[in-house]
């Protein structure tokens, strides 16, 4: 059983800070490494697509849902994808239930725009027939459990999701939507797939993948998406500032550990064929 | 909102060899797997997958009142919240609590409290949260279920455990265990939850047509099914402690 606190003791934030300065973490970890990433898929019956993303003990599960509307009238042969999180108040004593708070738009947000701008939905594929009708995608992000970094955990299951989803082909024919008996699946939908990498920082000192009592004492923490080749998205939050030599050094290593990450998770095995 | 696949029901609920669709016998339960202590930031959890229902609960308190205006000066409180994610049924379903969702959270309140010391906690309130996140008939059952399991993880003072099941009727014989397609094609539905400390029932609802001679014989029906769940229940609270124990001695050899 975990207590957090709102509130983290003086002690508590000198310790975390002090180790960081000498290099090290409360939970053994280099500043640059990730806490151990477990990745299932295709869990949830009911949904097109399904994944759960643990990031130590951050839990995040992701469904994927469709519904066939109208496209937007600026962009008539693209589907469109919405991103949603849910912060369950089964998941710290720091979540309160009712409507979606700063963090649970945020999460969704920083996740959305990195997708969005990786050209890694293909939403031209989502169009079923112009100015009639597109899929729009559904990537709902619960969070589990708590424990710090969700922004990561959630862009890992959003598109671990999202690659294995299955989703019916749909045809119109004589105004009638009809099934084709195939399905789009994650190689349809999706190309690109951008990473998300969080640092945090206290003081001087910048570190990869918050815990949740690192995030607690941080002044502040920045996420960059990246792709093979490209920094797709920035999200600098929290009252501490960067210095442009240091926003440049961590786009370097966000693209570096981003190479090694995609290598590693090897997110395209996630893929189901049907 | 169109889909492009629908939702069809079956005309038969019984195959031909006399079995249910999903193969099983009229009065066997779906498989059943439960686990504790899933959500570590939680003070008591628990996991069941009970057929394809997949269902999380977790426990906080006794803690603050928020509003407080809810507090009582001489009990406790329970609060139970059970709400289904977004992806876990057919439909999309949106995202804010519906009237159905808000109906069972009171069900399954009503049905867990007679369990609890509530007189012992004056000014706190004991929240329970439940997340279906893949549903295929008796959710609620299902629910109350794992919460029991969550409170008894968490160490609250409990009379006993509380188990539930759904019994009803499909193509006009009595079964136990209603799957999702059951539930929506069959002809009478039966969810009901038993408290061991007195062998009474605490949650029970009838939807649909039996006569009474079918109904007595339902709840002889969900009396033997909700036996075998009291003993999964157990067996997973148990194996929680088993589990350590196998490690400490594995690593002594």
């Known amino acids: ?274 | 909102m169109p889909l492009i696949i629908n939702d069809i029901y079956p005309e038969k609920l019984f195959r031909e060899d006399g079995k249910r669709l999903d193969g099983r016998e009229k009065n066997e339960l779906r498989p059943i797997k439960m686990e504790v202590g899933v959500i570590s930031n939680a003070d008591g959890s628990a996991y069941l997958e009970w057929g394809n229902n997949k269902i999380y609960a977790a426990v906080y308190g006794p803690r603050e009142v928020h509003p407080h205006h809810l507090a009582k000066p001489d009990r406790g409180i329970l609060r139970v919240f059970y709400r289904m994610a977004t992806f876990s049924v057919f439909e999309r379903k949106r995202p804010a609590p519906g009237r159905r969702e808000k109906e069972i959270s009171m069900i399954i309140t009503d049905c867990l409290e007679p369990v609890l010391f509530l007189e012992l906690y004056p000014g706190t309130a004991f929240e329970v949260f439940i997340e279906v996140m893949d549903a295929d008939g008796g959710t609620r059952c299902a629910s109350t279920t794992v919460a029991a399991l969550a409170l008894a993880d968490a160490g609250v003072p409990m009379r006993s455990l509380v188990s539930s099941v759904a019994v009803g009727k499909i193509d006009g014989q009595l079964v136990t265990d209603l799957s999702g397609i059951e539930d929506k094609a069959g002809d009478a539905d039966l969810p009901c939850a038993i408290t061991w400390f007195n062998e009474e029932l605490s949650l029970l609802q009838f939807d649909g047509d039996m006569s009474i001679e079918e109904l007595n014989e339902s709840l002889l029906n969900a009396r033997n099914a909700l036996d075998q769940i009291h003993q999964l229940q157990l067996t997973a609270l148990k194996s929680k402690y088993t589990s350590i124990l196998e490690e400490v001695e594995g690593g002594e050899d």
């Open chain 1, 1 to 274: 059983m975990m207590n957090i606190k709102r509130v983290i003791s003086t002690i508590e934030k000198n310790y975390i800070a002090e180790n960081l300065k000498k290099g090290e973490r409360i939970d053994g970890r280099g500043l640059w490494d990730y806490r151990k990433i477990d990745i299932s898929h295709d869990i949830i019956k009911s949904a097109e697509g399904s994944a759960e993303v643990k990031l130590g003990e951050t839990d995040i599960i992701t469904g994927i849902k469709y519904e066939v509307g109208e496209p937007f009238p600026d962009l008539p042969d693209e589907g469109v994808c919405t991103i949603m999180a849910e912060l369950l108040p089964l998941a710290s004593p720091l979540f309160e239930r009712g409507p979606p708070d700063e963090q649970s738009i945020e999460l969704a947000r920083v996740v959305d725009r990195g997708i969005r701008h990786a050209d890694c939905i293909q939403t031209k594929k989502l169009c079923i027939k112009e100015n009639e009708a597109v899929y729009i995608i559904f990537v709902d992000m619960f969070v589990m459990n708590y424990a710090g970094n969700l922004i990561d955990a959630g862009g890992i299951s959003a598109l671990t999701a999202l690659i294995s989803s299955r989703i019916p082909e749909g045809v119109m024919k004589d105004g009638n939507l009809e099934w084709t008996g195939n399905y789009l699946n994650g190689k349809d939908l999706v190309k690109e797939l951008p990473l998300i990498m969080t640092f945090g920082k206290i003081g001087d000192i910048i570190f990869l993948d918050p815990n949740l009592p690192e995030e607690l004492v941080c002044e502040g923490r920045i996420s960059i998406s990246v792709t093979k080749d490209k920094i797709v998205s920035i999200q600098k939050s929290g009252v501490a500032t960067f210095s442009i030599e240091e926003i440049q050094g961590l786009i370097k290593r966000s693209m570096e550990l981003g190479r090694e990450i995609r290598n590693k998770l090897d997110l395209w095995q996630y893929k189901v064929d049907k």
